[in-house]
């Protein structure tokens, strides 16, 4: 059985901080690249960050250096440290398999940046 959940979203003021967390089941984290997704509203869905097995990572330009994702494969665990958050941040998060996510999607948390 597939989990995803996601948790750690909020509203916070421009320039301040949140910190996700995404619990997934074993049998998808264990082996492959995880990244965080975003849809903010009246978009597409996008990929904002992504994470290799063996911990590689690399990101969208419009989160380059104020984003940073980890794993911690022990714990089936994915994370998405985000700084110097701006208004246009404010989507719904949710974390899957990259860069081709699984057909199942957790419920995502939202984050909300005031200005």
């Known amino acids: 059985q597939v989990q995803l959940v996601e948790s750690g979203g909020g509203l916070v003021q421009a320039g301040g901080s949140l910190r996700l967390s995404c619990a997934a089941s074993?049998?998808?984290?264990?082996?492959?690249?995880m990244g965080w997704y975003r849809r903010a509203p009246g978009k597409m869905r996008e990929l904002v960050a992504a994470?290799?097995?063996?911990?590689?990572?690399r990101y969208a330009d419009s989160v380059k250096g104020r984003f940073t994702i980890s794993r911690d494969n022990a714990k089936n665990t994915l994370y998405l440290q985000m700084n110097s958050l701006k208004p246009e941040d404010t989507a719904v998060y949710s974390c899957?398999?990259?860069?081709?996510?699984?057909?199942?999607w957790g419920q995502g948390t939202q984050v909300t940046v005031s200005s």
């Open positions: 899957n398999t990259s860069p081709v996510p699984y057909h199942y």
């Open positions: 074993a049998s998808i984290f264990s082996i492959n690249a």
């Open positions: 994470i290799t097995s063996t911990g590689s990572t």
